[in-house]
């Protein structure tokens, strides 16, 4: 069981690591998870250049391995988002973490600004009205307001050293990591740094440092809208009864671009009547989102073929189902300190052009830009967005139909490690760790880097051809 104490360790390069604060620790629970596990927090300096300043506390859940004699070297979960909690993954420990469990300690971590270390917390713009500019100026200037001084440190330079700090209070001298899609960055800047103390590293929907999120999002988009209207295409029932899927949404987008599309649609959030005006700013928003996972996938061909028509209530349900994802499982001070110092400043310093691709254009970006314009930031050193060159072994898991995080990216983020396995899910999306075949690829690779992991045969077993609802009652198939 991993060790509750303080420990001085010795770093990278034979430089001396600073003792670590004591760990408070107590018995709690994670949602989704029904066994009671060990909570840990550590108080960390909020500013790593003023050690002896304001502190901030930053916590951990440690989930016991289910053997009496666990390895010494634990797996920590890196969620994604950017903003999501590691303690949120409680579901995951009983599928894609379970294997891992049977001899492995894992640990929940939630970085600074996240779920129970300090959520930045802020209002969500309405998922109807991202493109109110005014509104949403608003909202992140209230939310400046209400957490104050400091948000400037809520960066991935921050986190490394955090994360470091409680290795050390935990008496670990190696660690292995997993990341999910955002949390594969984190992965990714940790091991350049302190990367002699970890012994894997596992990559589901994988994003590699140095590419700017809106360089790549809208050319992934439209791969992945792309392989939408040829599956629809392929399906005999979805190409009957959206015959001209890829017309209908082009005439969509021009009917936006020309005005707003006004409407009045009972709202699927809240149930109510109300007015709504979509441009195509929110429509591609709307259509993007529903691109990363396989059940509102499947009903875009529907929701986008309404619209068209003028029924704008299929797509703004899926706006909600997406939504809700995201502002309840988000927090947006900590999605904009990560996003506004790392992938926006680097675009805001490359060519324009270059964040502008596909159905999306330039949207993705002109949308953050609003958001950042308003939220202190410090933009991160040149060398945190250089690629790194690593020994340490690396498995990435990518989705085939993923529209953020696709099969290419994990290969340039792959690039950068000496030692690599690429799991590659046939119509997977984003993220795949819980399904059982993945769970035990990632369990064997753990357990034995060199060989493991290297048997995919399960992926190909197990995968589904794309479903389609082709109506507002019938079933998807």
Not at 234 to 241: N, Q, V
Request: proline share 6%; with cysteine.
């Amino acid at each position: 069981m991993v060790r509750l104490i303080v420990l001085a360790l010795a770093v990278a390069a034979g430089a001396a690591a600073p003792a670590a604060a004591e760990l408070r620790s107590a018995s709690c629970h994670v949602a989704g998870f029904e066994t009671p596990v060990r909570c840990v927090e550590l108080d960390v300096p909020l500013d790593y250049a003023e050690p002896d300043g304001r502190s901030i506390a930053v916590t951990a859940a440690v989930v016991p391995a289910t053997t009496a004699r666990p390895s010494p070297d634990p797996l920590f979960v890196f969620a994604g988002g950017p903003g999501q909690a590691g303690t949120d993954f409680g579901p995951w420990l009983t599928t894609a973490f379970a294997p891992v469990r049977r001899t492995r300690d894992i640990v929940l971590v939630d970085f600074r600004g996240t779920g129970r270390s300090g959520a930045l917390l802020c209002k969500s713009p309405d998922f109807l009205g991202i493109a109110d500019a005014a509104a949403v100026q608003r909202i992140i200037g209230d939310c400046v307001r209400e957490h104050g001084l400091g948000l400037e440190l809520y960066t991935h330079r921050e986190v490394v050293e955090d994360i470091e700090q409680l290795r050390v209070a935990l008496g670990l001298r190696e660690i292995n990591l997993w990341g999910g899609s955002f949390g594969t960055r984190i992965a990714q800047h940790y091991v350049r740094k302190y990367g002699t103390h970890v012994r894997t590293v596992v990559l589901d929907g994988a994003t590699p440092v140095g590419a700017s999120i809106f360089t790549t999002a809208p050319r992934t988009a439209e791969d992945a809208l792309e392989r939408l209207l040829a599956d629809c295409g392929a399906d005999t029932e979805c190409s009957r009864a959206f015959p001209t899927l890829g017309n209908d949404f082009a005439a969509l987008l021009a009917r936006a671009e020309a005005g707003a599309i006004a409407a009045e649609i009972r709202r699927p959030d809240t149930g109510r009547l109300a007015e709504i005006a979509l441009d195509r700013d929110a429509i591609v928003a709307l259509v993007r989102g529903a691109l990363y996972v396989e059940l509102t996938r499947s009903l875009l061909p529907f929701a986008i073929t309404e619209a068209a028509r003028g029924r704008l209530e299929p797509l703004a349900a899926l706006g909600a189902a997406t939504g809700e994802w995201a502002t309840s499982t988000m927090a947006l001070g900590f999605t904009l300190g990560i996003v506004c110092s790392e992938d926006l400043a680097q675009s805001a310093r490359g060519d324009r052009a270059a964040v502008s691709a596909g159905f999306l254009r330039d949207s993705y970006y002109r949308g953050f830009e609003r958001f950042c314009a308003e939220w202190p930031t410090a933009a991160l050193p040149a060398e945190m967005l250089a690629p790194i060159a690593v020994d340490v072994p690396a498995l990435a898991i990518s989705g085939e139909a993923d529209p953020v995080t696709p099969p290419s990216l994990g290969l340039a983020t792959l690039a950068q490690f000496a030692t690599r396995v690429h799991a590659i899910v046939p119509e997977g999306f984003h993220t795949n760790s819980s399904s059982p075949c993945v769970a035990s690829i990632i369990a064997a690779f753990i357990a034995d880097p060199v060989t493991g992991g290297r048997d995919h045969e399960c992926l190909t077993l197990t995968a589904l051809p794309p479903r389609f609802f082709t109506s507002a009652t019938a079933e998807g198939r």
